[in-house]
């Protein structure tokens, strides 16, 4: 890193899952449907569907609070045709100072791409894209040099490679996930240099004992992985956005001294994804 350049002026810097949230992209879930169906949690409400009414009055209620907590919030231009965009998360990530363009799996998902490639060109962010593999920003999760990539049907192990090479300083660990479960922000998220949320049953147990070295691990029940209780978003100083059904979540955090800020998304977690799929860190600091 260049010294001589303060932090804030960087373009894009994260370098942890829990530092204070400055800078974050979101998409209004403007035409948010289940189509194709895609994961295992849209196989249970694809009868339901989504209100898109209810999603755009939630998604509003988010941006609002992040905006309450001086965090510039970036909305993506919206395109027909791409009902998942609300999903951020996973069209690209930020790790140290370096932005990457992810490579989707699902083609309902591909038109994602270029939306993201126009904004990084328009603001002059320099990025790398994510070539011959698979890899989608929810199987990223970062905590200082230490790189956990899921490997998971959206994210092939051949990206775990590719990321070593571009980032040498960096020890990038693949952690494979048992087949149904989406990403790995829906089964793991650390929230402190010391805790992180799991739900261990979606990892193999060497991978869980792996985990367990390093962190105080704080177990999610089964019922509230459905509901994406691992999937909280920190904005930093302890504070996060969590479900308000996820009680069992709320009330462990809160022991630990979180502040806990309850919003309901639940229109949106029916497509697969909660608050930290919604939003693509670009800029975290102290």
């Given amino acids: 890193m260049d010294v001589s350049v303060p932090k804030h002026q960087h373009k894009t810097v994260c370098q942890t899952e829990y530092d204070t949230l400055k800078k974050v992209i979101l998409c209004k879930p403007e035409h948010m449907t289940i189509k194709d169906v895609i994961n295992e949690t849209q196989k249970h409400f694809e009868e339901d569907n989504i209100q898109v009414k209810t999603a755009k009055e939630q998604h509003k209620r988010l941006v609002e ?85 899921g490997i998971s049907q959206r994210t092939d192990i051949s990206a775990v490679g590719q990321l070593q090479e571009e980032l040498p300083e960096y020890t990038i660990t693949p ?38 070295e390093r962190y105080n691990l704080i177990e999610v029940p089964e019922n509230e992985q459905f509901t994406l209780g691992t999937n909280v978003l920190s904005i930093g100083r302890k504070t996060i956005i969590s479900l308000p059904g996820n009680r069992h979540v709320n009330r462990e955090l809160s022991k630990r001294g979180y502040h806990i800020i309850e919003i309901d998304l639940s229109e949106i977690i029916k497509s697969g994804g909660s608050f930290r799929c919604c939003t693509m860190p670009l800029i975290r600091g102290e």
């Fill in 65 to 149: 609070e992040l905006r309450s907590h001086s965090i510039e919030v970036i909305l993506l231009p919206v395109q027909h045709g791409l009902p998942e965009q609300v999903f951020t998360r996973d069209i690209g990530f930020v790790i140290g100072e370096k932005a990457f363009l992810s490579s989707m799996t699902e083609p309902i998902r591909q038109g994602e791409e270029p939306v993201i490639k126009e904004f990084f060109h328009n603001q002059g962010i320099p990025y790398t894209r994510m070539l011959d593999t698979s890899i989608e920003g929810g199987d990223v999760v970062i905590d200082g040099d230490t790189v956990y990539v």
């Fill in 175 to 212: 952690v494979p996930l048992h087949e149904k479960f989406l990403h790995l922000d829906c089964v793991f998220n650390i929230i402190s240099e010391s805790e992180a949320l799991i739900y261990p049953e979606a990892l193999p147990q060497q991978e869980v004992d792996m985990l367990a």
